[in-house]
Nanobody, 115 residues
Framework: EVRFVESGGGMVQPGGSLRLSCAASGLTFSIYDMNWVRQAPGKGPEWVSSIVTGGSSTYYADSVKGRFTISRDNAENTVYLQMDSLQPEDTAVYYC????????WGQGTQVTVSP
């Protein structure tokens, strides 16, 4: 069974940083592209970032480009999201995701950016 466990969320002030982690199990992690998606209160899901299998290519939504950095450790079956210069509009539940025969999601981790 594919399973993700996200961690690292919390409450920070604007301008602060957080590092999210997503530990994967139940799949051959290294052969799949991984994604981070967020959902703010009252809004639909928003794609944030993706990383290819070996980590050589990364992609970001315009809203986070230059502030967030995605990375992965295939030996640890973990994908990370380093979030710097956080703003109140980054407040959301953050999920890691993989698309196999269907989409798989973790339980999410709450990020709150507030003065």
């Amino acid at each position: 069974e594919v399973r993700f466990v996200e961690s690292g969320g919390g409450m920070v002030q604007p301008g602060g940083s957080l590092r999210l982690s997503c530990a994967a199990s139940g799949l051959t992690f290294s052969i799949y592209d991984m994604n981070w998606v967020r959902q703010a209160p009252g809004k639909g899901p928003e794609w944030v970032s993706s990383i290819v299998t070996g980590g050589s290519s990364t992609y970001y939504a315009d809203s986070v480009k230059g502030r967030f950095t995605i990375s992965r450790d295939n030996a640890e079956n973990t994908v990370y999201l380093q979030m710097d210069s956080l703003q109140p509009e980054d407040t959301a539940v953050y999920y890691c995701n993989v698309r196999l025969s269907r989409d798989y999601w973790g339980q999410g981790t709450q990020v709150t950016v507030s003065p």
